[in-house]
C-alpha cells in the first residue's frame, strides 16, 4: 500500500471510529433511559412467598405513571414525574429507580397493611426490592420481593408487574 493510500485508509478508519463513537449509546441512553408514560400492571399472576399475604386474594389493576431519567456521574435515575399516587400511602416519595447495568431497581422501606380475618388492617414494617428488566418489545418485566418484618403478614411476599407503553 502507498504511503498516500495508507494515509487516506488510516483517515478513513479514525473518522469511522469517531462516528461509530458518536453514535454509541451513552451511559442513559435505549435500555438505560426510562422516560415517557407507562402503564404499570400489578400482581401479574399469583403471589408467592411465605407470608399469609401470598394467600389472600388481591385483584390485578393498572395504573400509569409518566417516567423521565437522567444520568450523572455515571448514575442513570429514573423518577415517576405523574400518575396516582401509591395505593399505600407509606411508600416513600418520589418514587425513583437506579439502573444497575441490566434492570431498573428500587428498594423501599414502608408499611405493609396486613388484612386481618375481621378485615381490619395491621400495620407492619416491611422492606420491598423491585426489579424491572427490559424485554424485547420494549416492555419491562418486573417483580417485587417484599420482606415483610414483623407481625400477622411476617415473611416473604413476591409479586409480577409489568410496564408497557401507554
Known amino acids: 500500500m502507498n504511503r498516500n493510500r495508507l494515509r487516506s485508509f488510516i483517515g478513513l478508519c479514525a473518522a469511522s471510529l ?11 441512553a435505549d435500555t438505560a433511559s426510562w422516560n415517557g408514560e407507562y402503564a404499570i400492571t400489578f400482581i401479574v399472576g ?10 389472600q386474594p388481591e385483584g390485578q389493576y ?31 416519595q418520589p418514587v425513583q429507580f437506579t439502573w444497575d447495568g441490566s434492570s431498573w431497581t428500587q428498594v423501599s422501606d414502608f408499611q ?29 418485566s418486573g417483580t417485587m420481593h417484599t420482606e415483610i418484618l414483623s407481625g400477622a403478614c411476617q415473611g416473604t411476599l413476591d409479586i409480577n408487574m409489568t410496564a408497557e407503553r401507554a
Not at 18 to 28: E, G, R, V
Not at 63 to 68: E, I, K, L, V, W
Not at 71 to 91: D, E, F, H, Q
Open 18 to 28: 469517531a462516528i461509530a463513537l458518536s453514535l454509541a449509546p451513552s451511559a442513559c
Open 46 to 55: 399469583p403471589k408467592s412467598g411465605t407470608s399469609v399475604a401470598a394467600g
Open 62 to 92: 393498572t395504573d400509569t405513571y409518566g417516567f423521565r431519567s437522567s444520568c450523572t456521574s455515571g448514575k442513570c435515575t429514573a423518577t415517576i414525574i405523574s400518575g396516582p399516587a401509591p395505593r399505600n400511602p407509606t411508600v416513600p
Open 112 to 140: 405493609w397493611d396486613c388484612m386481618m380475618p375481621d378485615t381490619t388492617i395491621q400495620w407492619s414494617p416491611a422492606r420491598a426490592d423491585v426489579r424491572y428488566t427490559r424485554q424485547p418489545d420494549g416492555s419491562l
